[in-house]
């Protein structure tokens, strides 16, 4: 179940290679995202010292939480092999490319953040990728209109 997207990402950026990876949660911060009260969009990942941390990501307080309820936009860890870092790593110090959350769901229990791999676009791909849209949306209508 997708409790919160990063629908910003795929506007700004061309999504080249995909990740699943858990976080190091504290408290009630699970209680509070799968109540949705979570927000990714101006978050960004980074890697330092071979290990990866989600940035600005903002989880609001669990209202029925202690006085001990973490920082909501504290910096998270990410779970994920060496191997894996060092992929993303490879990639990140080529210009253009940066590591950005795309959607936090639950798989089996257990809270799930999908990063992926990005590439900026310009604003010349933008405008690109909205008319493809529009001429798609255009598509359908007409096909639907038809039958």
């Not at 903002?58 to 029925?64: K, L, V």
């Not at 998270?76 to 936090?104: D, N």
Request: aromatic share 8%; no cysteine; hydrophobic share 35%.
């Amino acid at each position: 179940m997708v409790l919160a997207r990063n629908k910003k990402a795929f506007h700004d950026y061309f999504i080249e290679d995909r990740l699943e990876v858990g976080m190091e949660l504290i408290g009630s911060e699970v209680k509070s995202i799968k109540a949705g009260k979570v927000s990714i969009k101006e978050s960004f990942v980074r890697i330092i010292k071979d290990e990866m941390f989600v940035m600005n990501m903002n989880i609001t307080p669990w209202e029925y939480g202690s006085v001990y309820n973490p920082d909501e936009s504290r910096v998270r860890k990410l779970l994920l092999h060496k191997r894996e870092i060092k992929k993303f790593h490879e990639k990140v110090k080529q210009e253009g490319y940066t590591i950005l959350p795309l959607s936090i769901y639950t798989k089996g229990g257990l809270v799930k953040m999908e990063i992926a791999l990005g590439k900026g676009k310009k604003n010349y791909d933008k405008r690109q990728s909205m008319a493809k849209k529009d001429q798609q949306r255009q598509i359908d209508r007409a096909m639907k209109e038809r039958h």
